[in-house]
Each structure stands twice: as structure tokens, then as C-alpha cells.
């Protein structure tokens, strides 16, 4: 089923992020986790893939294979661009087909290095896609805060107009902190010309390490009220799961009251604290 269609007529929506098992680590290692969160009913589950041509993300379509085949709930896979030839997304295409998985979410891919490949943005691999076959639903990223390398908002909200002519269904937002945010940054995406359904990104932050470590690398703005709770909270571990789940609580809820009901969240493989989350929204998101 394409996820684009979940998005017709019904909301909210829940989603879930996870990553496969790392390095050699085996497959099964990722059952624990998904248990618990196919439990919690999410519409999807989406699975990130690395950058570059290496591995090609058999991990990544191993993890989607199963949550279809053994918990019946719809994957998106990650496909990132770069470093990756034409012959190599063909090859990871026809397997996702083979495997009957259908939803993509097309990505540069982070911190490029080397050879670039044959798709240097996300709009190439869209395109690229898009005029190879309609059987996929392809979906993209934006980015409230604005991605890092972009030059302005209008310029990161042109380029993100640019994947969705190239054919991106929906997108799914960078994780962000700041409400007021990101209801300006969707004020300025229908203003730039994006017509299509967007799901927020919300990661919860259950320790320090976990928040320099992440804003190096996407840039996500953190307000005042935030920093001021991690200083206080920031070296005690059992106050920042507190912490964590009720600020994730806080900015769903309030992201529902605005009309932003289709909320992604950002799991990091850790089904308890996802489990908290939906627990404390449950009627909210389910109505
Ligand atoms: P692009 O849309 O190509 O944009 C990258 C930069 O280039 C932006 O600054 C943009 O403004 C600029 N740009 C775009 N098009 C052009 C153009 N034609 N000319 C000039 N400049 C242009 N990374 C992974 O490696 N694996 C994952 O699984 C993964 N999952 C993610 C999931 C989500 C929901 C999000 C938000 C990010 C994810 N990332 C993942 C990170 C992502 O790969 C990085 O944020 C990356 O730096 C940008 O990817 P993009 O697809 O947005 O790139």
C-alpha cells in the first residue's frame, strides 16, 4: 500500500523512525524493538539506510521486509543518493519490488565524502525514480530550522519545492524543538508553492550526549526554555527520560491543537520511550 493514500481523508497519523542493526550485529537484534512499537499501531514504520554505494542497504530492506511479512505494518525505506551509480538504486529498486515494498523516502544522504555518484540532491534520485516506474511512493525531507549547508530559508524551501515537482509525495520534516517554528516554516512552504502532506519529525532527547551529538549534525535549533531544562536536567539520568518523553508529549499535543496531526517520531530503537510517548497521546492522536 502506498502511505500517500493513509493520507487521504484520514488523520492523525503516527509514524515511527528506526535504524537497522549496525555492523555485524544480527538481524533478529531488531525484533525486541520492533515488538514493542508495531504494538503501539503505527501507520508506518520508516527504516534509514547509509550513505554511499557501499552495503547498499541490505540491512535497511532486510528490517522493512519483516515489518511488512511479520507485523503487517506498512515500511518506508530510506534510499540515500549519494555515491550511488544508476545500476546500484536500479538493484535496490527491484529488490524493495521483490520484497513487495513499495514506499521510499529519498535522501542525499548525510556528510557526503568521495565520489559523488550519480546523484548529487535528493530532486535527482526523485526524478530519477519517478521516470523509471510509478509502482513507488516516494516520499522526501525538509528541514524547519533549514538544513545546514542551505544559503537561506527561501532557498532550502525553493529546493524542497524542487523534490516535490520532481515527484515526492510527502515529506517528513528534520526533528525540531521550537513550535512556533515550525508553524512559520509551513506558513513558508504553502507560501513557496508545497501543496503536499507533511509529517513532523519529533525526536524525544533522553540524554546530553544524545543532544551535542545531534546538533552537530543536523543543525537543529534549540530554544531557550529547552536548554534551560537540560541544564538543570542534563546530568541526571533518570530526570532527562522525564524530561524527554514529556517535552515530546508537550510538542504533539500542541502540534495536534495547530492542525499539524501527522507526527513522525524519531524511536533511536527505543521502544520505551516511544511506548511512554504514545501512552501519554493516546487520545489525542487516536480519536
Ligand atoms: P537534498 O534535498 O539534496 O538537500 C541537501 C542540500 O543541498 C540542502 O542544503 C539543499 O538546499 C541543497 N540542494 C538541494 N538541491 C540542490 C540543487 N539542485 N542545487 C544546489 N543545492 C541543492 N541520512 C542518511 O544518510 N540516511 C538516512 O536514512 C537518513 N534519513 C533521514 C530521514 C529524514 C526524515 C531526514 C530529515 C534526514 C535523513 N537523513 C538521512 C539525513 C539527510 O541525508 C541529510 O539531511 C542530508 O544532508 C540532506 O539530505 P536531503 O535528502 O534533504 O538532500
New binding site residues.
Partial sequence: MKIYDQFIGKRPNLSF?IFPPKHDDPLGDITAVLDVLCALHPDYI?V????GGGRNGEKTIAVASMIRECYGVEPLV?L?GWGRTKIQVDEFLSRMLDAGLVNV???????PAGERGDF????DLIRYMRSRDDRFCVA????PDG????GSRD??IA?TV??QRAGAEFF???LFFDNDNYMRFMDDMVTGGVTTPVCA?IMPVVSKAQIKRMIGM?GAVLPERFLRIIDKYGDDKDAMLDVGVQYAIAQVIDLCARGEERI?LYTMNNPQVARRICEGVKNVIRR
Avoid at 522526501?140 to 528541514?143: D, G, H, K, Q
Fill in positions: 523512525e520508516s534509514t539506510c547509509g550513505a530510506h540515500t523516502l529519498a535522501l542525499r544522504g548525510d556528510r548529487p540532491h535528493a530532486s522526501a525531507a525538509c528541514y538544513h545546514p549547508e542551505a532557498d532550502d529546493r524542487e523534490k517528513i520534516s528534520q519529525g543536523c513522525h
